[in-house]
């Protein structure tokens, strides 16, 4: 394989100062993430104690890898970037958790203070601050990677990106649930494991789901009121859905909990799964309609372009793949996979308009880089 053609990248180089910007900001990124998080992890370890941050240190983030795994399963067709996925993580799990924590702490004390009730300052903060500030504060980092037009490109990509915002959020909160379940009684952590770690685990990613969703029909559409409308509409689901849950606990104890996640929740992530493959479909049909020229010209078999367009050909493809030339072969199948994605997707970005810098030489990067895996793989 000539190591040229490895990647579209190689044929599309950045300058060596972009090169360098690069470096420096992601050193300063990860410098300015450890930072965060030792903050975060000393404000807990004040209310929870040095046993139990450790301890729920250590039960938040067991079942996270699992999470993450099914979450990155979603996005069948064309994989997000890392640095996308991550940065989309570490936000939920450090700064929107330090922005709820203070406008939280701080709404509550007002409210307590103004109607000289502890209780209804807690109320108000689980059941109206902590739905507006967390979904905003989730939100935002949402509506700036959906300005990444050659990545964000629809429903899938939304919801992934969603889903990774709150699995970072729902990590750093659990682990001050579990510390404080620690701290006032060792038995009870078993039973807030299994109510926020079995029952509830998407919980968050859930609420942000729906953020995720306005902002990815937003992307898919061309009309001027849903692009403006849908990403608000979505901000306002989360908030309404984050704050009926919260709300079933408080106002009517574990019988409201029961109804809430037996009513709302359950038929919410139903709901979800069917949006997901739904969505799925739309992107394979993309995929479909734009690789047609490739079959038309030859460049691809009428095997390739049928295994290409359906998530059950690529997974049967990697399969056949490592059975004949183990590790390599099914990392090249996987590459070629991903490679036809993102010309498909490359070209439906510049057919509605999206992608104009550069298109041609992507476009030819990404058919070269092809070719050559597809030709290893023949």
């Known amino acids: 394989m000539n190591p040229q053609y490895s990647n579209p990248a190689a044929v599309i180089r950045p300058s060596s100062h972009k090169s360098a910007f690069r470096i420096v900001f992601g050193a300063a990124a990860a410098l300015v993430?450890?930072?965060?998080?030792?903050?975060?992890?000393?404000?807990?370890?004040?209310?929870?104690?040095?046993?139990?941050?450790?301890?729920?240190?250590?039960?938040?983030?067991?079942?996270?890898?699992?999470?993450?795994?099914?979450?990155?399963?979603i996005d069948r067709y064309e994989s997000e970037p890392l640095w996308m996925l991550a940065t989309a993580f570490f936000w939920g799990a450090l700064i929107a958790v330090l922005i709820a924590l203070f406008l939280n702490t701080a709404s509550s004390l007002v409210v307590a203070a103004v109607t000289e009730s502890m209780e209804a300052g807690q109320a108000f903060g689980a059941v109206v601050s902590a739905p507006i500030v967390e979904e905003t504060a989730k939100a935002f980092i949402l509506f700036v990677l959906y300005f990444k037009k050659d990545e964000f490109d629809g429903v899938v990509d939304g919801i992934v990106y969603a889903a990774m915002v709150g699995l970072g959020f729902a990590m750093t909160e659990n682990i001050q649930y579990y510390g404080r379940a620690v701290m006032e009684s060792g038995s009870g952590l078993t039973g807030v494991f299994i109510l926020r770690g079995t029952l509830s685990p998407f919980a968050h990613p859930l609420f942000t789901s729906m953020t995720g969703i306005g902002l990815g029909l937003a992307r898919q559409s061309r009309n001027t009121f849903v692009k403006l409308v849908m990403p608000v509409l979505g901000l306002l689901t989360a908030i309404s859905m984050h704050a009926i849950w919260n709300g079933s606990v408080v106002l009517f104890g574990g019988l409201g909990f029961l109804f809430a996640y037996l009513v709302i929740m359950v038929p919410a992530f139903v709901i979800i799964l069917a949006v997901i493959v739904v969505a799925l479909r739309r992107e394979g049909q993309v995929v479909k309609e734009f690789l047609h020229p490739d079959l038309q010209g030859g460049r691809l078999t009428q095997q390739e372009y049928e295994r290409l367009c359906t998530i059950r050909g690529r997974m049967g493809a990697s399969f056949n793949a490592f059975s004949r030339g183990g590790v390599g072969s099914w990392r090249a199948c996987r590459q070629a996979n991903q490679l036809a994605s993102e010309l498909a997707f490359h070209r439906s970005r510049v057919a509605r308009g999206l992608s104009k810098q550069n298109a041609d030489e992507r476009e030819a990067a990404y058919q070269t880089a092809l070719q050559d895996l597809l030709t290893r793989l023949r």
Request: hydrophobic letters at 75%; aromatic letters at 8%; glycine letters at 10%.
């Open 33 to 73: 993430a450890i930072l965060l998080a030792l903050i975060v992890l000393l404000l807990i370890g004040f209310e929870t104690g040095p046993v139990g941050l450790l301890v729920g240190l250590v039960a938040a983030t067991i079942p996270v890898p699992l999470y993450l795994m099914l979450v990155l399963w």
